[in-house]
C-alpha cells in the first residue's frame, strides 16, 4: 500500500527541463607518459602550447519525478598547440619541440533525493562522470607521436542545494571522490554554480560556472599515465521547462 501511494504521488508530480547553450573553458595543469613505470608531469602551457579559453558547446536535462531529482548535462572541448617538451613524454625526449591535439568530452549523470529545509533545497545523492580523453603529441620535425586515450568513468559523492527567490533560482552543485589509498587512483572534483531566470514561463535563461578537477595516476597500454588537469570555465544558455 505505501508504495501505492509513492508510486501515485510520483507519477502525478513531475516535471523537466531541457537547456542548451556555450560554455568558455580552459584546460590547466599537468600531464605525464611514461614507458619505465616513473612519470614527470609538465605544464600543458609550456610543453605542449596548451590552455587559451576555448568555446565549447553544452546539454543538459533534468526530470524530478516526485523527491526524486534525475539530470544529466554533457560537454566537449577542443584545442591544439605547439610546445617544447620539459621531461620526456613516453617515447619522445626533453627539448622535444612538439605539436598536440587536446580532445575531452565531458558527461555527467545525477540522482539526488529532494530534501525541503524552509526555503531551501538539498538534495544529497549520487553523480557519475565520464571523460573522454584523447590526448596526442607528435614531433614537429619527424613526425613519431604518443597518445594518452582514456575513456574514464568516476563515481562521485554528490549534493546540490537550490534557493528560488521570485522568477529566479541559484543552484550549487558539488560532486567529490578520493581513492588515492588504493595506489593506481586519485582525486576527483566537479563543482558548478549557476543561477537560472524565468522571465516568462516555460522559457528560461541560465548563466553560471562550472570547475572539473582530476588528479590521478594509472598504467595504461604498458606505461604510466599522470594526469593533475582542471577543466573550468563559465557559460551561458536558455531552456524550456515542462
Request: hydrophobic share 45%; proline share 3%.
Amino acid at each position: 500500500m505505501l508504495f501505492a501511494l509513492l508510486a501515485a504521488n510520483a507519477c502525478s508530480s513531475w516535471s523537466g527541463t531541457a537547456e542548451v547553450g556555450y560554455a568558455q573553458l580552459a584546460v590547466r595543469g599537468d600531464l605525464a607518459l611514461s614507458d619505465t613505470g616513473s612519470t614527470s608531469e609538465q605544464s600543458v602551457r609550456s610543453a605542449f602550447g596548451l590552455g587559451d579559453d576555448r568555446g565549447a558547446p553544452y546539454a543538459r536535462g533534468r526530470l524530478d519525478v516526485g523527491p526524486l531529482a534525475l539530470s544529466g548535462s554533457v560537454m566537449s572541448l577542443q584545442e591544439n598547440g605547439e610546445g617544447v617538451l620539459q621531461s620526456g613524454f613516453g617515447g619522445l625526449v626533453a627539448g622535444t619541440p612538439v605539436a598536440s591535439d587536446l580532445d575531452v568530452a565531458i558527461g555527467k549523470l545525477a540522482a539526488a533525493f529532494d530534501l525541503r529545509l524552509g526555503p531551501v533545497r538539498v538534495q544529497p545523492g549520487l553523480a557519475m562522470d565520464v571523460v573522454d580523453l584523447d590526448f596526442t603529441v607528435r614531433e614537429t620535425v619527424l613526425g613519431n607521436r604518443e597518445e594518452i586515450d582514456e575513456l574514464l568513468g568516476i563515481p562521485l559523492l554528490f549534493v546540490r542545494s537550490e534557493v528560488a527567490v521570485g522568477d529566479f533560482l541559484a543552484t550549487a552543485e558539488l560532486g567529490y571522490l578520493d581513492i588515492t589509498s588504493a595506489g593506481d587512483g586519485g582525486r576527483f572534483l566537479d563543482a558548478e554554480a549557476r543561477l537560472q531566470w524565468t522571465p516568462v514561463a516555460p522559457v528560461s535563461f541560465a548563466v553560471g560556472y562550472r570547475h572539473l578537477g582530476i588528479d590521478a595516476n594509472g598504467a595504461t597500454d604498458g606505461g604510466q599515465v599522470g594526469v593533475d588537469l582542471t577543466l573550468s570555465g563559465w557559460f551561458v544558455g536558455g531552456g524550456l521547462r515542462f
